[in-house]
């Protein structure tokens, strides 16, 4: 799952009459649902963070986040391939799809393969 729309709500509980604990700023961040309740769902963020998110700001799309400082974006799934672009640390990508150790992403007009071991979600 990840956040469907640029300002996500992320709440105490679920329901509106909970507290917002923080904000998502950022469409297609990636998310992990923990459990459900309704029509809203309990998240973990890539920092561990839990909180709820209703149902109707997020997305089935699949998107990863870089979590190396030294990640890169390779031509084809190995690193002996031509490096395409580095990729930054928490840098939200779209996953078009994955194999066991490297997942194909996109961002805008640059798309590669990326390792993995460097990114979280999908």
């Known amino acids: 799952m990840a956040t469907k729309y640029n300002e996500v709500n992320v709440r105490n509980g679920p329901g509106l009459n909970h507290l917002v604990i923080y904000k998502i700023l950022k469409k297609g961040y990636p998310l992990k649902i923990i459990s459900n309740f309704e029509n809203w769902s309990k998240i973990s963020d890539v920092n561990g963070i839990e909180g ?3 149902n109707s ?3 089935a799309k699949k ?5 190396s400082n030294n990640e890169f974006l390779y031509k ?7 490096k395409i672009a580095k990729a930054m640390k928490n840098l939200v990508l779209e996953s078009k799809k994955c194999n066991a150790s490297w997942c194909f992403v996109k961002e805008k007009e640059i798309e590669g393969w990326v390792r993995k071991k460097g ?3 999908n």
């Open 57 to 59: 700001q997020l997305t």
């Open 119 to 121: 990114i979280w979600g």
């Open 63 to 67: 998107y990863v986040i870089i979590t």
């Open 76 to 82: 084809f799934p190995n690193i002996k391939s031509k």
């Open 52 to 54: 709820w998110i209703s």
